[in-house]
């Protein structure tokens, strides 16, 4: 494996970028162009004025903005004056946001004014965010508020931070300090915060841009949300380990995206199967110059053997791969390689990352036999540092001998390929978002006419599964189709939100009460 980088932490990654690099670009986006010396500087820009405002190593720092570049000037700054990253999904509704920032402890976030007709950071003007002292406002917004300031003023604030004081900041940070907190649901319902470390994500992202093949000099295009491991980690950290140009796109649309890659002759794009599915189906595919394209990963789905040979033969990728990963371990467990055979890329997620271990286990936690179905287990050095103060989250997580039980489902083969097969976890992945029932179904159970609900996820020819919603209304209460999922769309992100709603009298029950899920998805088939 050939890793292009010694740097242990994000501060020396982007030293060490900036030296090897120089005045290549390492963003463009929105006409403007950043080289990695240019990044360097904005970073510890960033950097100071966190320090000049009280800002300590560990402290958490939430960013909520789509993909654009003060996303990943404001992320990376923060992680080098020794802070924690908080990503915060850009489809949260206010509820959902200020609870990540509740449990993170988060002491400033960067938001977007304005993105897509919302005011961004008047959906927290209401919530109960106790330890957040600042809103850091990105382009255009309201900042006339006690808490809120604009990013030029903030980026001001730090003038008066020595040379020296900014470089013992960053030249502390260690490779097993934690690097960022990524929020994922579970099957609780309740929002988890994985902590990873600065080593361990260098080095699973370094693996990773191996493997695909990220060369100096490639143009990638970031479809993956920042907010997002694949976009954060293998987007904006292996651009910057390997000198790649990163060039954000903040809202998906097949003809804009091909556009871009003529214009922008794009070289890399990952992404989830609807992506490549929606771009092969476009009209307008055949008048645009593509050409440039050379290497895409993409996963999270299951994908027909005949859209990898469409992706090299109609689109003109050189190399597809498939890959599995959770957000648990840094993002990524496996990966297919060059040279596979398409059937083995659409199949399977490939085989584990160097260094990594991965079997499959029985309910008594004993490794099953080759080819035999079992949970997927996972060690080495990519398993997460735990649960943000949730020790006992994380133990029913990893175990005793440092296993991270993932909770889906696989077989291993002869040749080391991991085939998923089931998901022990409640889960469903819509357009490469997993979506979590109960947390789905707690945002629900707040509407004031339902008493009960459970959601499930149905097959959708474009985006994979979506949820449906089965609901049991409170007497003397009347709620239409479209009133509810109106609701929904207005307390939950889309990606969440219910396509389909079923009002019933009554949900099914086993003897213990709980929903039989199952029963479910019968008669959503027969329907």
Do not use: C, H
């Given at each position: 494996m050939t890793i292009p980088s010694q740097a242990i932490t994000t501060p020396q990654l982007i030293k060490e970028a900036a030296q090897t690099y120089n005045d290549q670009t390492f963003i463009e986006e929105g006409g403007v162009n950043i080289s990695f010396r240019e990044f360097d500087q904005l970073t510890d820009q960033v950097a100071r004025s966190l320090i000049a405002k009280g800002i300590q190593p560990g402290d958490r720092i939430g960013v909520w903005a789509p993909n654009i570049?003060?996303?990943?000037?404001?992320?990376?700054?923060?992680?080098?004056?020794?802070?924690?990253?908080?990503?915060?999904?850009?489809?949260?509704?206010?509820?959902?946001?200020?609870?990540?920032?509740?449990?993170?402890?988060?002491?400033?976030?960067?938001?977007?004014?304005?993105?897509?007709g919302c005011d961004y950071p008047a959906l927290l003007d209401n919530e109960d965010t106790p330890d957040l002292e600042e809103i850091v406002v990105f382009r255009e917004g309201n900042t006339n508020s006690d808490n809120k300031i604009s990013w030029d003023e903030f980026l001001t604030a730090g003038?008066?931070?020595?040379?020296?004081?900014?470089?013992?900041?960053?030249?502390?940070?260690?490779?097993?300090?934690?690097?960022?907190?990524?929020?994922?649901s579970g099957t609780t319902g309740t929002p988890k915060g994985v902590m990873t470390g600065h080593q361990q994500n260098i080095k699973t992202f370094a693996s990773w841009g191996d493997l695909v093949g990220i060369e100096e000099g490639d143009r990638y295009l970031i479809i993956s949300p920042f907010f997002h491991s694949f976009g954060y980690k293998a987007g904006v950290l292996v651009s910057l380990m390997y000198g790649a140009t990163v060039m954000p796109h903040d809202i998906f649309d097949a003809e804009a995206i091909l556009m871009r890659i003529q214009n922008d002759k794009v070289t890399v794009l990952p992404g989830p199967p609807t992506v490549f599915q929606t771009l092969l189906a476009s009209p307008k595919l055949g008048d645009y110059d593509i050409s440039s394209l050379k290497r895409a990963t993409t996963g999270a789905a299951a994908i027909p053997v005949e859209m990898i040979h469409k992706m090299k033969d109609v689109l003109g990728f050189e190399r597809v791969l498939t890959a599995y990963g959770l957000t648990e371990s840094c993002g990524v467990v496996t990966m297919c390689r060059d040279g596979d055979d398409a059937e083995t890329i659409a199949t399977t997620s490939g085989r584990a990352?160097?260094?990594?271990?991965?079997?499959?286990?029985d309910s008594n936690n004993q490794k099953t036999p080759q080819g035999e179905a079992g949970e997927i287990v996972v060690r080495g050095f990519n398993v997460m540092q735990g649960y943000f103060n949730d020790e006992a989250a994380t133990a029913e997580t990893i175990d005793s001998e440092g296993w991270l039980h993932t909770g889906d489902v696989g077989i291993i083969d002869e040749n080391g390929n991991l085939r998923i097969t089931d998901r022990m976890k409640d889960m469903f992945i819509t357009g490469g978002f997993n979506c979590y029932p109960a947390e789905i179904e707690n945002i629900i159970s707040t509407h004031p006419a339902i008493a009960m609900n459970a959601v499930i996820g149905i097959p959708d020819e474009r985006m994979g599964e979506v949820a449906m919603a089965f609901v049991v209304l409170k007497e003397g209460e009347e709620l239409t189709d479209r009133e509810f999922i109106d609701w929904c769309r207005a307390n939950m992100a889309n990606y969440k939100t219910p396509r389909k709603v079923r009002f019933e009298t009554a949900l099914p029950l086993n003897a213990t009460g709980k929903v039989m899920k199952p029963e479910l998805q019968k008669m959503a088939e027969q329907q």
């Open positions: 570049r003060e996303w990943i000037i404001a992320g990376l700054g923060l992680q080098r004056a020794g802070a924690v990253l908080v990503t915060l999904n850009t489809r949260y509704k206010g509820p959902e946001a200020a609870q990540i920032l509740r449990s993170s402890g988060a002491k400033m976030v960067f938001s977007i004014g304005s993105f897509l003038e008066n931070i020595s040379n020296t004081e900014a470089a013992e900041r960053a030249n502390n940070v260690s490779g097993d300090d934690t690097s960022d907190l990524l929020f994922t990352l160097p260094e990594v271990e991965v079997r499959t286990v």
